[in-house]
């Protein structure tokens, strides 16, 4: 068993390190903290997302901590996962592609006692990953070019510990608590082709080290022999992250070489918003299980660290009219055949799911992307013997296509590819020897 945690945490460990790559080239992800993670795991990614209101006894739910109450009681599992992607952008009738991969979570979850489970990995927040410049002219006479790049990394990531239990038949209640960690970089240029303007660069970066906390209820009631029915809610606090953001201005004449440095610092200055979601499943004689969830987080009380100049002078000060409250539906489900066959065919499981979410930034002032998305997976079991159906591994494969768009902004659509590998290993049998 310490083997076995061990190599757990290895997972989580290595998952911790290889976050510190980027898996988006989205020029969205320049704005706020960059682009919002789905923060799900493998079974539930064929879903779409759905996870508020579901139990699962052999998988791990951490967007809803009081799921972690309903784990088996003989077994330890660990989920890991990676993904790849292709995007397409289109803007005034020009396309490019990106290509990315990246590990995208490593999470466990056991019984700690009876009706008490317990949980821990790495998920990301949000993730900051673009390269791209623009080149035109600086006026009518068509004599005079400009060039600004901007470019971007970094993102939020966090650590969490959690538990899940329950109070009395049907009831379960838990809650997750986490260690954001993360940097932010961004930087403009800006270059001209006469060499009497001079250039200037403005660099922005924070670095966090904070915490979140969440927490999660659920209620499960029998509505008949067959079926479940599941109702669950979250909370996830919001709070100030303790981090400055500095803006670093440089403006430099092209013909002397000399560099006029200014810096810019706002203390305090990042935060993260209040997020509520509440779901709704019924299970089918552990069949079909269909749900739906809704999400709400109010970045709308959210200010963030902006540079402008006004009058002539510049300034960085926070902006309490950047963000948008980020309103999220989606429904979806999963079904086998017979989930106790002892044929391997019938005990894959089939998933799909859709979403739409609003923004939750705005662009130059107006709406940024709003987001649709739909995904179709499978739980593939990797064990054809019947007797270890609650200790098998499961692969858990998954498409989903997302399609990001605003009235005369960039739009994207990214075909991504989920890849999920759930170790469900018997922990606590007492062996008995004749």
Request: proline share 3%.
């Amino acid at each position: 068993m310490n083997r076995r945690l061990a190599s757990a945490l290895l997972g989580v460990a290595v998952a911790s390190a290889t976050f510190a790559q980027s898996g988006t080239n989205s020029p969205y992800s320049q704005y706020g903290m960059g682009l919002l993670s789905d923060q799900t795991s493998g079974f539930n990614r064929g879903m779409n997302g759905l996870a508020i209101g579901f139990r699962e006894s052999n998988q791990v739910n951490y967007l809803n901590p009081a799921s972690y109450s309903s784990v088996d009681s003989l077994s330890f599992i660990f989920d890991m996962g990676l993904s790849g992607q292709i995007t397409n952008f289109k803007e005034n009738g020009i396309r490019k592609n990106a290509q990315n991969g990246n590990f995208e979570y490593a999470v466990a979850v056991f019984r700690l006692m009876r009706h008490v489970g317990m949980s821990f990995g790495v998920v990301p927040f949000t993730n900051v990953g673009y390269n791209y410049s623009h080149t035109g002219y600086v006026d009518e006479s068509n004599t005079t070019t400009f060039t600004n790049t901007y470019s971007g990394s970094g993102g939020l990531h966090q650590a969490y510990v959690g538990i899940g239990a329950q109070l009395f038949k049907g009831f379960s209640v838990g809650g997750n608590i986490s260690y954001l960690w993360g940097d932010i970089s961004r930087t403009i240029s800006n270059t001209y082709s006469d060499a009497y303007i001079n250039s200037m660069t403005k660099s922005y970066s924070a670095d966090v080290r904070n915490y979140k906390l969440d927490f999660g209820v659920q209620y499960s009631a029998k509505m008949g022999k067959k079926d479940v029915l599941t109702v669950g809610a979250t909370y996830g606090l919001g709070h100030k992250l303790n981090a400055d953001a500095t803006c670093d201005v440089t403006s430099q004449n092209t013909q002397t070489g000399v560099a006029l440095p200014t810096s810019y610092v706002i203390a305090n200055a990042l935060e993260i918003p209040h997020m509520f979601g509440v779901g709704i499943s019924v299970n089918h004689d552990n069949r079909l299980k269909i749900g739906a969830d809704y999400s709400l987080q109010k970045w709308g009380d959210v200010s963030f660290p902006t540079y402008v100049v006004e009058n002539n002078a510049a300034k960085y000060t926070l902006n309490s009219d950047y963000f948008k409250n980020r309103h999220k539906a989606t429904i979806g489900g999963e079904w086998s055949k017979n989930p106790l066959s002892r044929r391997w065919i019938d005990r894959v499981k089939v998933r799909a799911g859709a979403s739409y979410a609003t923004p939750y930034l705005k662009v130059n002032g107006q709406d940024g992307p709003h987001e649709i998305s739909v995904s179709a997976g499978f739980g593939l079991p990797l064990s054809n013997n019947i007797n270890s159906y609650m200790v098998r591994p499961i692969l858990n494969i998954s498409g989903q296509w997302v399609r990001q768009s605003a009235d005369g902004l960039l739009r994207e659509n990214t075909f991504r590819i989920n890849i999920g590998l759930t170790f469900n290993e018997r922990w606590f049998a007492k062996w008995k020897v004749d």
